[in-house]
């Protein structure tokens, strides 16, 4: 082992990436140029999958759903990305399972903001609890922001149908009407919450982490590549969760008080992520939209079961979805939360 | 009601189309208009009627009309220009719609000129259903139905096939006994010149002026009687003598443009 | 006379006949062959539902209720956003029918408007009117206007202007030339463009449903697709294509009995 991979490495030096491609294993994978998905961004510039005998191939896309769909229909081997009904949907058809952990809710860690209209937040709309009455803009029906204002109406026991809920498609669309007065509030995430602030357009209300910690999203492959290509996949993920490490080593410090630090190994991973991030941020928004991962790669398990049921619930995943069924926990070790059987 | 034309003149876009037409029409006579393609016969019909504007000229209506009648000067048309989305009775009832009469004096008023043209069991039927004979008696109707002083008849037949013609001759005829109007019949059919009109005016090539004036004296009535055939023929000779040669001119022009 | 041979028949053909039976035989065999196939596992079950689940999702949607609030919604706006459109256009088609100075102010306008595909407007009608029920009704409304301006100034055009010379003749008032003669002559091109608007409208619905709106067929399409829910997605569709059918239906009704005299 050791032997190939010094000559691995011996070759790379001499020949270049491209001849020594033909002796690695080549897997892509679906993402989002988000600060989200640094971990793969990591792990590819610092060579981890190149150590696990991996060619990786990026497969960008600009929003969650084609992602699902790119795995789903074998068009990439992996995926990366935040769980929306559609995934659940497709993944409920026996097309992927989920791996291993992306972005979580956690406490302490700013992720996904609830953002009150300039107007909303004159008249009292100060906090989470006072969503009810209220309309507020989201990108799609069954998407991360959907399901998060469905697990607020359960924490502060309102009902979902009490808000008015416009889906606008996109972020960009959803800043827009709430600046316009167009709707009383939105879900944002950090970067564009402050940014929202910052213009005097909307006020932060409360953070997503504060109420309802949650699994927002994960590394997912193709159940045709599992099941042909299990060595593949889990030298992947061994390389993913190394890079998990590093980055949680980098971004998810903080210190006595519970405030966020970012030392020097997070000024040495930036460039990293600006280097795939688009559009490019700078060092500050790149701090801002480092969301948490888990550092070994683990998934809330429970939660992924809760979501699920969730969405059934509202009519969006179909009945017959087993949520058991889309994990496969067998490439992380220790997942968190584990339903007992 | 007499008319009086005076030095009636009207030319399109430059060409010279009637160049001076005098004529004076009796109260109660029918007075035929003929001539060649393109003399003008109908553009001075529609200059009598007030619907052109002549390029000079004037035509003058002396003495009053009936006191009930309510358009003086009233046409009937070649292409009948019923409306297809009314039925007979309606589109009788057109010319009546803005006078102001009682609904039971309009309905009376087109009963009576429905009945006087045949047409009194084909009120409700669209225009679409009927002959092209029964839809000129639609127009002759609706031309009755305002009491006209001076009925304006421009090629009312020539729509129509030979057989439907020699009924609709007969039928003014029987009309024209009964009510009472000067008649201006532009056509360019001999034969129902030589049959209906007390005089018939000739026109020239263009530009159209009065060539001659052609009278006939056996009353009109008489005319449609086997004894009278001479006659007739006779004045059909006599009409297109005077048009023979123009009318192939004319015809020659047409074809070569 | 020599020989008698009988004159061969060399006419017919070229005459198409109503079928009745063909198109529904063609309808039921599509359908079937595509139930067939998704059976045997040749379709595959990710991206092409079968029949069956499709009839299913809208049965779903019968018994939750959703669909009268999808479909009332939709049927909504088309309502309010077509009979606007229609109105407006009407009322300036027949003026520039009419009136020289109006076609001649109206005519440079309208062409250079009715081109733009109302679809683009949308954002610009979300900045004026808002993500409301205003900005949706807008688009639809704009999108019929145009075409009804073009066909009834032009089916005004089409009237013959013997009647028009007709009415003058016995003296008919302006005003009454207009409504007796102009415009039930014009009725047949205006019907005509009521077909052509119909399915604008549909179509605008449901590109103005994308933004903001929690019901309608539009809105429904869009979220089974972000749901990848594609039984859902075609159930939408097919309302849709029987939506269409039942305006079309409407539409030769009211032609039949407008235009009995054609």
């Not at chain 3, 077509?82 to 027949?94: D, N």
């Not at chain 3, 733009?116 to 900005?135: Q, V, Y």
């Not at chain 3, 301006?149 to 003058?168: F, G, K």
């Amino acid at each position: 082992m050791r032997i190939r991979l010094v000559a691995a490495l011996a070759a790379l030096v001499t020949f270049g990436p491209a001849l020594t491609a033909g002796a690695q294993e080549k897997v892509s994978i679906a993402a989002l140029r988000f600060v989200s998905s640094a971990p793969i961004f990591i792990a590819m510039e610092k060579g981890y999958f190149k150590e696990q005998g991996l060619d990786v191939e990026f497969k960008f896309f600009d929003a969650a759903q084609p992602i699902a769909v790119a795995v789903a229909a074998g068009n990439a081997d992996l995926g990366i990305t935040g769980l929306t009904g559609g995934f659940y949907n497709l993944a409920g058809k026996g097309a992927m399972k989920i791996i291993a952990s992306q972005s979580r809710e956690e406490p302490g860690y700013d992720f996904v903001a609830y953002v009150a209209s300039k107007k909303a937040y004159d008249a009292g709309f100060k906090d989470p609890g006072k969503f009810p009455g209220k309309t507020i803009g989201i990108t799609q029906v069954g998407s991360t922001f959907h399901y998060m204002l469905g697990m607020l109406a359960e924490k502060r026991g309102f009902k979902l149908t009490e808000v008015t809920l416009k889906p606008l498609q996109s972020i960009a669309n959803v800043t827009a009407a709430l600046k316009g007065e167009q709707v009383d509030g939105v879900l944002l995430p950090a970067n564009n919450a402050y940014a929202v602030e910052k213009d005097g357009a909307g006020k932060i209300i409360g953070w997503v982490h504060q109420e309802t910690p949650w699994q927002l999203g994960a590394l997912f492959a193709g159940t045709g590549v599992i099941e042909e290509r299990r060595p593949v996949v889990e030298k992947f993920v061994a390389a993913y969760v190394k890079a998990c490490a590093d980055y949680a080593d980098a971004f998810l410090q903080r210190d006595a008080a519970g405030k966020r630090t970012f030392g020097s190994k997070a000024d040495a991973l930036i460039p990293i992520i600006q280097k795939y991030v688009e559009p490019k941020p700078s060092a500050e928004q790149v701090k801002a939209s480092a969301s948490y991962i888990d550092p070994k790669g683990r998934l809330l398990v429970k939660n992924i079961h809760e979501q699920v049921a969730w969405y059934q619930a509202q009519g969006m995943v179909a009945r017959d979805v087993d949520a058991a069924k889309i994990l496969d926990l067998s490439f992380v070790k220790d997942h968190l939360d584990v339903p007992k059987r | 009601m007499d008319l009086r034309l005076e030095g009636i003149t009207h030319s399109y876009d430059g060409l010279l189309a009637l160049d001076g037409i005098d004529l004076e029409v009796r109260d109660g006579e029918t007075v035929a208009i003929i001539g060649p393609s393109g003399c003008g016969k109908s553009t001075l019909l529609g200059i009598v009627g007030g619907l052109l504007k002549p390029s000079a000229g004037r035509v003058l209506a002396i003495g009053a009309p009936r006191a009930d009648s309510l358009n003086p000067f009233t046409y009937v048309f070649q292409d009948f220009a019923l409306l297809p989305w009314r039925n007979v009775a309606a589109n009788v009832a057109l010319a009546l719609e803005h006078h102001g009469l009682s609904r039971a004096e309009r309905r009376e008023r087109v009963a009576a000129a429905l009945a006087l043209t045949g047409l009194g069991e084909f009120a409700a039927a669209l225009p679409k259903q009927l002959s092209g004979g029964m839809r000129q008696r639609v127009g002759i109707a609706r031309a009755l139905v305002v009491r006209p002083a001076v009925l304006l008849l421009d090629e009312p037949l020539s729509a129509l096939d030979a057989q439907t013609r020699e009924l609709l001759m007969e039928d003014l005829l029987a009309i024209w006994a009964r009510e009472r109007s000067t008649r201006l019949y532009v056509t360019h059919n001999l034969d129902e010149a030589a049959r209906l009109a007390d005089r018939v005016i000739v026109l020239s090539r263009r530009p159209g002026r009065i060539r001659e004036i052609v009278r006939i004296d056996m009353p009109v009535a008489e005319r449609g009687a086997p004894t009278a055939l001479p006659v007739v023929a006779g004045v059909r000779e006599k009409l297109w003598a005077l048009i023979r040669d123009e009318a192939r001119d004319a015809e020659r022009e047409v074809q070569h443009g | 006379m020599a020989d008698a041979a009988p004159v061969t028949f060399r006419g017919g053909g070229f005459h198409p006949r109503p079928q009745r039976l063909v198109p529904v035989a063609v309808f039921v065999a599509v359908i079937g062959l595509w139930q067939f196939a998704s059976w045997r596992g040749w379709l595959p079950a990710l991206f092409l539902p079968s029949p069956w689940e499709i009839v299913t999702a809208l049965g779903g949607m019968i018994s939750d209720g959703s669909l009268g609030r999808h479909v009332g919604a939709s049927l909504m706006r088309i309502a309010l956003g077509w009979v606007l459109g229609t109105a407006a256009g009407l009322a300036i088609g027949l003026a520039m029918g009419i009136f020289s100075v109006a076609r001649a102010a109206g005519l440079p306008v309208v062409s250079a408007l009715f081109p733009i595909p109302k679809i683009a407007l949308l954002p610009l009608f979300i900045l004026w009117f808002g993500i409301g029920e205003p900005s949706k009704v807008a688009t639809i409304g704009f999108g019929v206007f145009f075409p009804t301006v073009i066909a009834a100034y032009t089916a005004c055009d089409s009237v013959p202007r013997n009647l028009i010379r007709m009415a003058q003749s016995f003296g008919l008032p302006p005003a009454a030339i207009v409504w007796k003669i102009l415009v039930p002559g014009a009725m047949p091109g205006i019907l005509a463009g009521f077909r052509i608007t119909a399915s604008i409208a549909l179509i605008l619905v449901v590109a103005a449903e994308m933004i903001g709106a929690q019901y309608g067929i539009g809105a429904f399409i869009l979220s089974a697709g972000n749901l990848n829910q594609i039984d859902h997605l075609l159930a939408g569709v097919t309302l849709l294509s029987l939506l269409g059918l039942a305006v079309s239906a409407v539409l030769g009704a009211v032609e039949r009995a407008v235009l009995r005299w054609r």
